[in-house]
């Protein structure tokens, strides 16, 4: 092909003469993709102005399985009867949670939701929109999940969509992190005594140091936390090194946000702990069972389970649950010469002296025991069956988050956030 000044000449007509017969389709679909790109804008921006999560849940009590709290309290039946205890109001079966130390009690609402949202944006500003589908479309439209969910599965704060669920999970499902706990038995249990026999934490307490006790409407349920929803408690965990130590080797534990705790929970005979949901389905509550006498159960989602000592009971308890001791209940004795009441839990290794004279000689109803100045622990005699009933808990993550997500969830529910 012979090139010639002529021949260039024809070639750039040609071209010019292509360009005008596509103009008007070219700039068709340049409109087009304009029209589409503003779109775009208005959804997005419309979402990010307005409330993020239409259809918000309320925060007036009267909505069925509204936001309960962290210390929730029922009766046998799961209604909640009586008046209501301190930080929880009851309607309509349920116990709904004004704590305002817990995390679901006091962030409801739009106000989460907006939150929520400029977290998420935040975050992928700072890494990485990639894996985050679930996590966005969650975050978007998690008013609508919280008020259209079954009442079985009704999580108070977030709900993550396309997440097998249901009541109870197999051991496998968190095999190497339950292995480890079962493994640790025997530190955790011994552990758990030397802080529940404990001197108490002031003159007048009937709870050693570092316990905290929960509302309830019948009998007693107490708590030593080593991590309290993603913070750290330093000074029960020094008191407890192996079980901190153990902490630390799980592989799926919730330890950098809100959905985390880890504690001693103790459920005395009698007490009963109100229907209730938890905060999200992104978590399994995991209990390892130390004391477990034979009249406990826990119901999750309307199936019952009982503890097991030495295993561990996986569940989510984003699934309406409740826990309910029915052995013998506590005993309140006045004795002369006290300026209180001892208090005598049938078969427990706990018995409380408040405000004892000194060298008083006290009556366990099983047995002998004597008294001390000031509050005093004392061994009570008794089967097993009639203790309390105690376990150590954990929160993992359920394993079908993704690593990807696990990390934003992280960030976007960073304790303080």
Sequence with gaps: MEWSLERVREMVAGGMQSMRDCESSAFGTAMCLLLLFVWYCY?????????????????????????????????GDGRA???PVSGVEEQNGFAYCQSAESF?????????????????????????????????KGVRDQGRYLTSRPTIQRPEVFFLPDLPSAPFFSRDAQKHDVELLERSFPALLAEFESIYHSPPARAGSSLPLGWKSNS???????????????????????????????????RTFIANNVFGNACFSVLTPGALITEHYGPTNVRLRCHLGLRVPSSCELVVGGE????????????????????????ERETAVCVEGLKGFAFFYPGSVLCVCLYCCE???????????????N?????????????????FMVDLWHPNVAAAERQALDYIFTPGR
């Excluded at 962030?107 to 890494?127: E, F, I, M, P, V």
């Excluded at 030593?224 to 407890?240: E, I, S, V």
């Design 359 to 373: 060298k008083v000689l006290l009556s366990c109803y099983k047995g002998l025991i004597g008294g001390r100045h």
């Design 104 to 136: 679901r009690c006091t962030n409801t609402g739009d106000g989460l939701n907006q939150k929520l949202y400029h977290s998420l944006q935040d975050y992928a500003k700072r890494y990485t929109w990639s894996g985050m589908g679930r996590v966005h």
């Design 304 to 327: 019952p389970q009982c503890w097991s000592e030495g295993s561990c009971l996986l569940f989510d308890d984003s699934f309406l649950h409740r826990a309910f001791h029915e052995g």
């Design 216 to 250: 309830t409407p019948h009998g007693q349920w107490w708590t030593f936390y080593l991590l309290n929803q993603g913070t750290p408690l330093a000074l029960n965990a020094r008191r407890c090194p192996r079980a901190w130590r153990v902490l630390g080797q799980l």
């Design 81 to 83: 009867k009586g008046r």
């Design 375 to 391: 509050c005093v622990f004392f061994l009570c005699s008794g089967g097993p069956e009639d203790g309390p009933r105690v376990v």
């Design 43 to 75: 959804r997005v921006g419309r979402e990010h102005s307005s409330s993020p999560l239409r259809g918000g849940y309320s925060t007036e009590p009267s909505r069925v399985g509204g936001g309960g709290g962290a210390l929730i309290s029922t009766d």
